[in-house]
């Protein structure tokens, strides 16, 4: 059979860990044997990081602005143990909140459903989507270590020189201070793009704060979320779906006594923070679709989890691994599915389709990877190891091409 032809690169973003081990197995089983894949490959691993002192992260976020489509592995933000653990030269920052910072869009994440898999939440009969802010906020900090007793003061010093402070806090002992910001350009992009997500994809649209406490910062966010409403509301009826606000913690009660179906607009750390409670709640972290849009047309896609630390470690010991790939099988769908679409590639879309379709298939097929088989409701699942479950699905999906 003839391989799939690309006419435009897509900006590949490797990673760490065992979910980079992961990486060359879908490439090598699932992806390069069907497609003459075209991709501009950027190392994002921490110890190529490190050497580059963080120049390749903005690479590949300009490059993707080039092309218009990436796909991205899992990556470790490094704290002071990793720090060590590697030698590096210094903490570097979040490779995905350098990225979301320079591509200044909303990240989508959806619970991948499949049969045999059953939400925690038993009245949740729909899958529930977080649009989360990925612009500022704890990920674009400045943070100080106050030493002892002093002073802390809020101060913004306009261009024309106009100076503003608010008081923050006396110290009369050691502590910390934290400063985050965000702007009411990229807020206004963030509400924009989850109206028009909402509108595409038919589902009513939630968003949440607290500025009943936060009565500068949140009630911005909750403003500049009612102006654009008002610009949709008309195309909100006629597609019979609705736009609702309420309280941050409102909204966690009333979404834990939904049916789900609707997609759930959060802060940064909010987004952060549910995505992975919804992931887990609806089967496994493993299991979450995630992309991030940007409002001048550009799509990073991703795995909705980390570089499955444990599972590496005992993959260097030469021991066996049972690792779920499924969230970055669909990372790769997503973003060749995107690229078929914008280049009017119609066996690549279909291809996209027919891989996500075997990978459910062989989970309903009852062979699966260890986190799964504890959860299913399928009699004597199949435990398998991490490449068998890739070549399980591999055999699936030419199976399903031959038909």
Request: proline share 3%; charged share 30%; glycine share 8%.
């Amino acid at each position: 059979m003839a391989k799939i032809q690309m006419k435009t690169p897509l900006v590949e973003m490797d990673g760490d860990e065992m979910t980079r081990i992961l990486w060359q197995m879908i490439k090598d089983e699932l992806i390069l044997p069907f497609i003459d894949l075209k991709s501009e490959y950027y190392d994002l691993g921490l110890k190529h990081r490190d050497e580059t002192d963080d120049q390749v992260t903005l690479d590949a976020a300009y490059a993707n602005k080039k092309y218009g489509v990436s796909v991205k592995c899992a990556t470790i933000t490094p704290n002071p143990a990793r720090v060590r653990e590697y030698g590096l030269k210094e903490m570097w920052k979040s490779p995905n909140g350098t990225i979301r910072a320079v591509l200044d869009g909303t990240v989508f994440r959806t619970p991948i459903i499949v049969k045999g898999i059953e939400p925690c939440v038993r009245n949740w009969k729909c899958p529930i989507t977080i649009a989360r802010h990925a612009y500022g906020d704890v990920y674009k900090n400045a943070e100080i270590r106050v030493p002892g007793k002093g002073e802390a003061k809020l101060v913004f010093t306009g261009e024309d020189g106009t100076r503003i402070e608010e008081p923050i806090f006396s110290f009369d002992g050691p502590g910390v201070i934290q400063g985050i910001h965000n702007t009411d350009k990229s807020i206004e992009s963030f509400a924009r793009s989850c109206f028009s997500y909402a509108l595409d994809q038919k589902k009513d649209l939630w968003f949440a704060t607290k500025d009943t406490i936060s009565k500068t910062y949140d009630r911005q966010f909750k403003e500049i979320f009612e102006t654009v409403a008002k610009s949709y509301r008309e195309r909100f009826e006629a597609a019979g779906i609705s736009y609702f606000y309420t309280l941050i913690d409102d909204a966690v009660a009333r979404i834990m006594k939904s049916e789900g179906g609707m997609i759930w607009a959060c802060k940064n750390y909010d987004g952060d923070v549910f995505s992975d409670m919804l992931s887990s709640s609806f089967g496994s972290l493993a299991m979450m679709t995630s992309v991030l849009i940007s409002p001048d047309g550009n799509y990073e896609y991703e795995a909705a989890h980390g570089t499955v630390q444990r599972h590496y470690y005992r993959h260097l010991k030469g021991e066996e691994t049972s690792t779920n790939s499924v969230a970055t099988i669909f990372a790769w769908t997503g973003a060749l599915r995107k690229r078929g679409e914008l280049d009017g590639i119609k066996d690549l879309m279909d291809f996209a389709d027919r891989l996500e379709e075997a990978t459910l298939k062989t989970i309903e097929g009852g062979v699966m990877t260890g986190d799964l088989c504890r959860i299913t409701t399928i009699p004597n699942p199949k435990q398998v190891n991490s490449l068998g479950f890739i070549q399980a699905i591999r055999k699936k999906l030419e199976e399903q091409m031959e038909a």
